[in-house]
């Protein structure tokens, strides 16, 4: 058995990550793009539905992105134990190892590589669970997460994973290196 520990985010601080302020900014491109559409009297009506309805599209999607976080991943012979908090409540879920994929994905911005973030997503059924969304964990832990994972399942791993795997042993070389 072996337990992975990330920083723990409090709620306020994952409201105010980028996340909330990327579907507000779509939101009023959207809108500035359907009422310069629908610039008629006769249709005004059905802008202000469009918007509305994007409106709503957006905080609903904005809070399902800042909602919940992984803090704490424990990998058993037969299972995954995930702790972390929907909100401000905390919640744990055990998952069978069997039936669990994992898959290792990163998250890139404009800034290069070391600004990119990397986290796992592991699928259990219909039921997804995105570990690191918020860098809770290290790139190190990352990696050794999926590795133990790996592992324990018995699983070998493929190509697209190695290249993955490649890509945030990269980040970890490159950007320790600058911030000493």
């Known amino acids: 058995m072996i337990t992975f520990e990330g920083k723990h985010k409090k709620l306020k601080a994952r409201i105010l990550s980028e996340r909330p302020f990327a579907f507000l900014l779509v939101f009023i491109i959207y809108s500035f793009v359907i009422s310069r559409f ?20 957006c905080i609903v999607l904005a809070i399902n992105s800042f909602k919940s976080i992984i803090n704490l991943v424990t990998i058993d012979e037969n ?18 190892l069997k039936e669990t994929k ?19 997503k592991l699928k259990n059924g219909k039921k997804s669970y995105i570990v690191n969304s918020f860098q809770t964990f290290s790139d190190e832990q990352i ?38």
Request: hydrophobic share 35%.
């Open 38 to 57: 629908f610039e008629d009297k006769d249709l005004r009506y059905y802008a202000y539905f469009l918007e509305l309805a994007l409106l709503i599209l």
């Open 79 to 96: 299972k995954i134990i995930l702790e972390g908090e929907d909100f401000n409540t905390k919640w744990k879920k055990s998952v069978s």
């Open 102 to 120: 994992i898959e290792a994905k990163c998250k890139s911005t404009r800034g290069g590589l070391c600004s990119t973030t990397f986290y796992l």
């Open 143 to 180: 990696l050794k997460m999926f590795n133990e994972f790996k592992t324990y399942k018995g699983e070998k791993i493929i190509i697209d994973e190695k290249l993955d795997i490649m890509r945030t042993q990269e980040k970890i070389e490159k950007c320790q290196s600058h911030r000493i």
